[in-house]
């Protein structure tokens, strides 16, 4: 039906897409304009807010649901961080958690609203920014993942969950899932039960975040953080 969202139908195909060749088509424009950076920075953080004030109109303060407390929300200003400063921790955590993570929630969203609604075209946006920030910054050559980053950004990763599920002990919510799976069908459904599937994925992100650094192992670090040229 056009008022449901469909896993890999049309419209969840043409959002993969536009998302690739736009983290592409960022990265051949920061080889030549590093600082547009800035405006790609700019228009996530933007759009971010847009949300939260949309979510207090329709919903009202609402606690303690509703905060930003989900890995994507640290992985999205670390984004807006790392456009802006292109410094390393900022980055890594975006480089990793983005090109897993946040790339496997976009293509197993947990969506609630209609496909051209304004908060499943929120999610896709400020999503998709993210995997496509994660390329061009890569692709553009500003930053690039050094030694041992993937341990950094694992670290941190955890540090957060740490935050995340204390916060979920205390007040009943369920941020990142760490307390039972999504109700649409996720990545997490062949994870196995609770508290399992907290295990499977710990170990999935030790793979990827590996796997993430394996093409960047031989290459020297990034210059820490002189301002490209212009």
């Keep these: 039906m056009a008022d449901q969202f469909v896993i890999f139908g049309p419209f969840h195909r043409i959002v993969l897409t536009v998302m690739l060749a736009a983290g ?23 759009n971010e807010i847009v949300w939260y004030v949309w979510r207090i109109r329709a919903e009202g303060i609402r606690f303690p649901e509703a905060l930003p407390l989900q890995l994507c929300d640290l992985t999205l200003w670390c984004t807006v961080a ?3 400063t292109l410094r390393r921790w900022p980055f ?4 990793y958690t983005g090109l897993s993570g946040t790339l ?20 896709f946006t400020a999503h998709g920014g993210v995997v496509a920030s994660a390329l061009a910054l890569t692709l553009g050559r500003l930053q690039r993942p050094e030694p041992r980053s993937w341990l950094r950004a694992l670290v941190a990763v955890n540090l957060w969950a740490l935050a995340v599920g204390s916060f979920n002990l205390a007040f009943g919510t369920n941020y990142m ?20 599937y907290l295990l499977v994925g710990e170990l ?4 990827l975040f590996y796997l993430l650094w ?12 002189a301002p490209p040229p212009r």
């Design 92 to 95: 890594e955590i975006l480089y």
């Design 204 to 207: 999935v992100a030790v793979t």
């Design 214 to 225: 394996l093409p960047f192992r031989f290459t020297k670090p990034a210059p820490s953080p």
């Design 177 to 196: 899932y760490l307390c039972e799976k999504p109700a649409s069908a996720t990545l997490l459904d062949f994870f196995g039960p609770w508290p399992g």
């Design 24 to 46: 592409i088509a960022l990265g051949l424009l920061f080889r030549r304009f590093p600082r547009a950076r800035y405006a790609l920075g700019a228009f996530l953080a933007i």
């Design 104 to 123: 496997l929630t976009v293509m197993t969203p947990d969506l609630w609203a209609p496909p051209l609604s304004y908060p499943t075209l929120y999610f």
């Design 82 to 84: 790392a456009c802006f």
